[in-house]
């Protein structure tokens, strides 16, 4: 956003039943409090699952008229990269990945849970 300043950001992620907030909404208002351009961020706050962020975050890319031809980028866990990805290609999406940090004490449990992610994705 920094180096791209016209570029579509769309934050993606639903409410899970023990949060106050969408994950879209928390993201949404992280950037709004840092004084970040809002014009060209939109949310995608139905998502409950990796292939449902990427499918609902296309579909209102298609809706809002912004063009994915050049590719996407998604930036999720560095755990979390490979699945996205493939979720991506399977939708005929050009991606590339940012991997964002998870804390140390908490990635066991991520790869515990990620693992068998894709061996069902796959």
């Known amino acids: 956003m920094l ?14 039943a023990n949060e106050k907030i969408s994950e879209a909404e928390a ?11 809002m014009s060209n961020i939109f949310m995608e706050n ?3 699952s990796t292939g ?4 609902f975050s296309a579909e209102l890319a298609e809706t809002e008229g ?3 031809s050049g590719g996407v980028v998604i930036v999720t866990d560095g755990f979390h990269q490979f699945r996205a990805q493939r979720h991506a290609r399977s939708l005929g999406l050009t991606a590339f990945t ?3 940090q998870a804390p140390v ?3 066991i449990f991520y790869w515990a849970r990620e693992i068998p992610g894709i061996v069902f994705y796959a």
């Open 3 to 16: 180096a791209n300043p016209g570029a579509a950001v769309i934050l993606s992620g639903g409410q899970g």
């Open 27 to 37: 993201m949404y208002r992280y950037f709004e409090a840092r004084g970040f351009d």
């Open 46 to 48: 139905k998502s409950v």
């Open 52 to 55: 449902e962020n990427i499918a």
């Open 66 to 68: 912004i063009d994915l």
């Open 98 to 100: 940012v991997a964002s």
């Open 105 to 107: 004490a908490l990635q």
